[in-house]
């Protein structure tokens, strides 16, 4: 059995008479990226901070490499630390500043503090940067500023809570990059994400909660394979005959049929078999009802497919207060 890195059994938490986080079971393999994914108000940040110490569990037990999130707080945060959805940097020190104060801050002598400081800087291509307070920062410059604080010392798990909430697609490829290179020098992460694609190009492996409990885990390979059925993607010509389009799969395929965020994009899942002929059937009914289709494919399910399956509704959705 590979080593773990967090264990926990029925994990609980409540605030009021609402059930945050209601038994959740986790075995968190060291070494890799592990995703966390769910919707707003899963329980994503209230489950990471009680693995790092910051809530106390009101039921269940939590382990970080064989220490009790409770009873072995301090031996815990010895080994992790935790970066959270926004900055929490200083926007009124620069960015060489910020890291070098942290650096003291855990026991580096001022020496040392400056060249770990740079080294980072450098890595995390802040290097130009570095002298201008982090307030001037762009969105992905302080996500940066942020996980590079966060590794001053090296720790053996970094929990990240949503690091690319609210990022442009270029600053969302940069932060992945960094997780890559993280992992690569033998720290396992915990990665918590709303955004399908995040979990399916960075993690090893994904566990699916909703409501405060894991409802399905494994590989994306496995994820997307349980859901037992291929996918025809479409792209139409106008949007204005999405609404058409979606109303003659529907009846063709006799299944859901979901819109994606592209305007022009319908995705419906194919069951029953022979998914080439059941395509190719749906595909002529689109051409006769003279909705113009630019593009398909057929393939597997995606991570957004089986969420959707698997809890009947988006995982980019904003789950109810």
Same mark, same amino acid.
């Given at each position: 059995?590979?080593?773990?890195?967090?264990?926990?059994?029925?994990?609980?938490?409540?605030?009021?008479?609402?059930?945050?986080?209601?038994?959740?079971?986790?075995?968190?393999p060291?070494?890799?990226?592990?995703?966390?994914?769910?919707?707003?108000?899963?329980?994503?940040?209230?489950?990471?901070?009680?693995?790092?110490?910051?809530?106390?569990?009101?039921?269940?037990?939590?382990?970080?490499?064989?220490h009790?999130?409770?009873?072995?707080?301090?031996?815990?945060?010895?080994?992790?630390?935790?970066?959270?959805?926004?900055?929490?940097?200083?926007?009124?020190?620069?960015?060489?500043?910020?890291?070098?104060?942290?650096? /003291?801050?855990?026991?580096? *002598?001022?020496? =040392?503090? $400056?060249?770990? &400081?740079?080294? +980072?800087?450098? @890595?995390?291509? %802040?290097?130009?940067?570095?002298?201008?307070?982090?307030?001037?920062?762009?969105?992905g410059?302080?996500?940066?500023?942020?996980?590079?604080?966060?590794?001053?010392?090296?720790?053996?798990?970094l929990?990240?809570?949503?690091?690319?909430?609210?990022?442009?697609?270029?600053?969302?490829?940069?932060?992945?990059?960094?997780?890559?290179?993280?992992?690569?020098?033998?720290?396992?992460?915990?990665?918590?994400?709303?955004?399908?694609?995040?979990?399916?190009?960075?993690?090893?492996?994904?566990?699916?909660?909703?409501?405060?409990?894991?409802?399905?885990?494994?590989?994306?390979?496995?994820?997307?394979?349980?859901?037992?059925?291929?996918?025809?993607?479409?792209?139409? /010509?106008?949007?204005?005959? *999405?609404?058409? =389009?979606? $109303?003659?799969? &529907?009846?063709? +395929?006799?299944? @859901?049929?979901? %819109?994606e965020?592209?305007?022009?994009?319908?995705?419906?899942?194919?069951?029953?078999?022979?998914?080439a002929?059941?395509?190719s059937?749906?595909?002529?009914?689109?051409?006769?009802a003279?909705?113009?289709?630019?593009?398909?494919?057929?393939?597997?399910?995606?991570?957004?497919?089986?969420?959707?399956?698997?809890?009947?509704?988006?995982?980019?959705?904003?789950?109810?207060?």
């Open positions: 059995m590979p080593e773990l890195a967090i264990e926990t059994s029925g994990l609980v938490k409540t605030f009021g008479d609402t059930r945050a986080v209601d038994g959740l079971d986790l075995k968190v060291a070494g890799a990226v592990y995703g966390v994914l769910g919707p707003n108000g899963a329980g994503k940040t209230t489950a990471v901070r009680m693995m790092a110490t910051l809530l106390r569990p009101d039921g269940g037990q939590a382990s970080v490499f064989g009790d999130v409770v009873r072995e707080a301090d031996a815990v945060r010895r080994r992790v630390s935790l970066t959270g959805q926004y900055a929490s940097v200083d926007e009124d020190l620069t960015g060489a500043e910020n890291l070098i104060l942290l650096a /003291r801050l855990l026991g580096h *002598r001022k020496p =040392a503090a $400056r060249a770990r &400081a740079a080294e +980072l800087l450098e @890595a995390f291509g %802040l290097t130009e940067a570095a002298g201008r307070q982090v307030k001037t920062y762009s969105g410059m302080r996500r940066r500023i942020d996980i590079a604080a966060s590794i001053l010392n090296t720790p053996d798990l929990f990240l809570d949503e690091p690319t909430t609210g990022l442009d697609p270029r600053s969302r490829n940069n932060v992945w990059d960094i997780i890559r290179i993280v992992v690569a020098h033998g720290t396992t992460v915990l990665l918590t994400t709303q955004y399908l694609e995040e979990a399916d190009r960075l993690a090893s492996r994904i566990a699916v909660i909703d409501h405060g409990k894991v409802i399905a885990e494994g590989t994306p390979g496995e994820l997307k394979s349980s859901v037992g059925s291929g996918s025809i993607h479409v792209r139409l /010509r106008d949007p204005a005959t *999405r609404q058409a =389009a979606e $109303r003659v799969l &529907a009846e063709t +395929l006799d299944t @859901a049929v979901y %819109l965020s592209d305007a022009v994009a319908l995705t419906a899942r194919i069951t029953g078999g022979n998914e002929e059941q395509a059937r749906a595909l002529h009914r689109l051409a006769e003279g909705i113009v289709v630019d593009d398909f494919s057929l393939g597997q399910p995606s991570l957004d497919e089986v969420f959707l399956a698997l809890t009947d509704h988006r995982a980019t959705e904003e789950a109810a207060a």
